[in-house]
T-cell receptor
Framework: DGGITQSPKYLFRKEGQNVTLSCEQN?????MYWYRQDPGQGLRLIYY???????QKGDIAEGYSVSREKKESFPLTVTSAQKNPTAFYLC???????????????FGAGTRLSVL | GQSLEQPSEVTAVEGAIVQINCTYQ??????LSWYQQHDGGAPTFLSY????GLEETGRFSSFLSRSDSYGYLLLQELQMKDSASYFC????????FGKGTRLSVIA
């Protein structure tokens, strides 16, 4: 089955620690995204990548880093510089990008990050 | 820039019809999408309108008026399981989401 796999489902970070969230997709999509969602809030874009070896900052990139070495993979690192990392993190990819065609964003099941 | 406005909360009775509105401001418009997110879950795609008019998918319909920069999601025969957050999104790169409308369906 095609889809987006995020791991781990739950993650705990200690003070001063960097942690990496995994995102893998087998949908053959070029574009991938990372969002942060706080309780009762909307989706805030952290980073996105439209092609391998290229990525752009979103609205809240400070304290985060990404890489896109393979089409299938778009890991997110939450660095120690992110002072309030507790949130639900969602990875997504987009396909069907023909002009006028249906444009669907698919999401992984998310990673819930908490601070110890 | 891009912005989308939708109500933050809506409450409706089981079996009723509810409409969730979305107004948008964007440069270059290719379409309006709707996503559903249950508590603790991931957003899932519901509907997409590229052209004016109504798109129907079972109990859900979505409408778009490009001249008014306005769309809505219509949910009919509401069920308790429809309690969720609903997001409109404008097709851009990256996709631009509204802040979401929390729908509570009550008995």
């Amino acid at each position: 089955d095609g889809g987006i796999t995020q791991s781990p489902k739950y993650l705990f970070r200690k003070e001063g620690q960097n942690v990496t969230l995994s995102c893998e997709q087998n949908l053959n999509h070029d574009a991938m995204y990372w969002y942060r969602q706080d309780p009762g809030q909307g989706l805030r874009l952290i980073y996105y990548s439209q092609i391998v070896n290229d990525f752009q900052k979103g609205d809240i990139a400070e304290g985060y880093s990404v890489s896109r070495e393979k089409k299938e993979s778009f890991p997110l690192t939450v660095t120690s510089a992110q002072k309030n990392p507790t949130a639900f993190y969602l990875c997504a990819s987009t396909g069907g990008g023909l002009a006028g065609g249906i444009y669907i964003q698919y999401f992984g099941a998310g990673t819930r990050l908490s601070v110890l | 820039g891009q912005s989308l406005e939708q109500p933050s909360e809506v409450t409706a009775v089981e079996g009723a019809i509810v409409q969730i509105n979305c107004t948008y401001q964007t440069s270059g418009f290719y379409g309006l999408s709707w996503y559903q997110q249950h508590d603790g879950g991931a957003p899932t795609f519901l509907s997409y309108n590229a052209l004016d008019g109504l798109e129907e998918t079972g109990r859900f319909s979505s409408f778009l008026s490009r001249s008014d920069s306005y769309g809505y999601l219509l949910l009919q025969e509401l069920q308790m399981k429809d309690s969720a957050s609903y997001f409109c999104a404008v097709r851009r790169t990256p996709l631009v989401f509204g802040k979401g409308t929390r729908l509570s369906v009550i008995a």
